[in-house]
């Protein structure tokens, strides 16, 4: 009989993030999110996941199979990091300017503009040229298209650089405008000068109003009408059917940009994406982390937006069969090039047992059901069992700890920027039982509360807000009061589960998103479970239902 092929170190089912993942195209499993990512009819563009929900996968399998018809803006070739660092952007954010038109109109300048260069390959002076006399001759009885056509020839030698030279050049413009508007009381010299001697000689409310009036009235002169009127020409006299574009925005983090204005920018991009909804032929794609869009600040500029851009968010969700169907796609495209015939994961683990159950379900139940989990923890197993022709229980046992630990890291990167210091209240756990009652709960949650009186914990702020019921003089507070705010930020990163009622299956935030926001659910007897992703890295005692 013939010996069973063994695993090797080199088998893997692919890597964790899609820019080094060697099993993309030739293993990608569509899913019925993609298949919304890809349609032309379906309205939603904005792609909204944790990290690892296949948000880049996604839109770089888009990219492959569309070669030609998609357009990819990175962020860090936006110069956002030059615009906020500006003093006179940071003066009339100080001053409450809003300066939603600019961005609005630096967003709808970027895209039209590489929409354009794409569609006419614009590389240079003549090729500029040949297309705005092609298109003259096709707009030539329409005035104000005429007019919105100029608004490009201002561009001159900088329409076909790169585009943060485009967009430096943008907000040059618009520092200067700002610039003569403060010459009324500063006198000659820079736009720099000018505003920093208004900055000097504030001396009382009214006047920061009467600026804040005056800067707004240079803001809302913004070129947003000739703007306009170019997305009409854009789709009425440049794409087609045949010309159908895709543009892809991904990466969009608080990294590269100020917290406060990142908020404002990536908000104005949203409105920016619903006003080229005209646009018949195009479809713009923007991917975004849960978090940052949770946080985006809809209310403080933009009442009424928040309902439209909902109706256009694509929430990237994978069932159990998905995710099971992208490992099983996976194994089958590498198993080839190890010399097995296996067609599934299932090929190459245990046997299910009355003790320990189904192998698969065990590995995608210490999951936060992503790919990006399932893949990890897949690779862990395969790389504790080199030598084997198929995988044993002690083997994924043994795996699951390395696993575990790299994923509490992970989550711990994951919501540092919205929740620092999450590391520290998250080591509150450490040795907790499986099962956790609301008394228990409320003593690790105690201590926690606790870490704000550290002068080192860097998380002071988010935290004192969580539990600041905690600290309030003695008023007659219920434990839902009480409590509350921090189970729901435990919950809502995907670390804490809770049932109603002892014997009830605990629901986690991919399950059910406002399970702990309604009070009858955090009762007397309900109970509370750390994630079965994170229990091995934090030697959580299981016993029974965990």
């Known amino acids: 009989m013939a010996k069973k092929p063994r695993l090797k170190s080199g088998f893997t089912l692919g890597g964790e993030q899609a820019e080094a993942d060697p099993l993309l195209d030739e293993a990608f499993f569509e899913s019925s999110d993609y298949s919304v990512i890809e349609s032309k009819t379906d309205p939603r563009s904005f792609v909204i996941g944790r990290t690892g929900s296949g948000k880049s996968a996604a839109l770089q399998q888009l990219e492959e199979r569309f070669e030609g018809h998609v357009i990819r803006i990175n962020p860090e070739d936006l110069s956002l990091p030059y615009i906020t660092d500006l003093q006179v952007i940071r003066y009339l954010d100080e001053l409450d300017v809003n300066l939603d038109l600019f961005w609005i109109a630096l967003w709808k300048h970027v895209l039209l503009v590489e929409i354009i260069r794409h569609r006419y390959s614009v590389s240079g002076p003549a090729a500029k040229q040949k297309f705005l006399q092609s298109i003259r001759d096709r707009i030539s009885r329409d005035p104000a298209k005429i007019a919105a056509l100029d608004y490009l020839d201002e561009f001159e030698g900088r329409f076909w650089c790169e585009t943060d030279e485009r967009v430096r050049e943008i907000t040059d413009k618009f520092v200067r405008q700002v610039g003569q508007g403060a010459a009324v009381e500063a006198g000659a010299g820079s736009a720099k000068g000018r505003i920093s001697a208004q900055r000097n000689s504030v001396q009382s409310t009214e006047t920061r109003a009467e600026q804040a009036d005056r800067f707004q009235r240079v803001v809302n002169l913004t070129q947003l009408a000739k703007l306009n009127k170019m997305i009409a020409v854009l789709n009425e006299d440049i794409l087609d059917e045949q010309h159908f574009t895709y543009v892809i925005i991904d990466d969009l983090d608080r990294d590269w940009v100020d917290e406060r204005l990142s908020n404002d920018l990536i908000r104005c991009l949203f409105r920016t994406v619903l006003d080229l909804k005209r646009v018949q032929n195009l479809k713009v794609l923007v991917a975004l982390r849960t978090n940052i869009y949770h946080e985006l600040e809809f209310k403080r500029r933009a009442a009424g937006q928040e309902e439209k851009v909902r109706a256009l968010a694509l929430q990237l969700r994978w069932t159990r069969e998905d995710l099971q169907g992208l490992l099983d796609e996976r194994v089958r495209a590498q198993a080839p090039a ?23 379900d065990y590995i995608l139940d210490r999951t936060l059901m992503r790919p990006r989990d399932a893949i990890a923890f897949a690779n862990e197993c395969f790389r504790a069992g080199i030598g084997a022709s198929r995988l044993s229980w002690e083997q994924i046992k043994s795996a699951e700890r390395e696993y575990s630990a790299k994923r509490l890291l992970a989550l711990r990167d994951e919501w540092n920027s919205s929740f620092p210091g999450i590391e520290e209240v998250l080591q509150k756990f450490r040795g907790c039982g499986g099962r956790i009652t609301r008394r228990q709960l409320e003593a690790i ?36 009061d009480l409590y509350q705010p921090l189970v729901f930020r435990l919950y809502e990163i995907g670390f804490l589960g809770c049932a109603a009622r002892p014997n009830a299956t605990p629901s986690f935030f991919q399950d059910d998103p406002q399970f702990v926001n309604l009070e009858r659910n955090l009762g007397e007897d309900s109970m509370y479970f750390v994630h079965r992703t994170y229990q091995a890295a934090l030697d959580v005692r299981i016993s029974g239902l965990a």
Do not use: H, K
């Open 445 to 480: 949650l105690d201590d926690c509360a606790l870490l704000i009186s550290n002068r080192e914990f860097p998380g002071v702020r988010w935290l004192t807000e969580a539990s600041s019921c905690l600290w309030g003089p003695g008023a007659d507070y219920s434990w839902f």
């Open 338 to 360: 190890f010399d097995m015939s296996a067609q599934s994961l299932a090929d190459l683990l245990p046997n299910t047992n009355r003790t320990r159950g189904n192998p698969v």
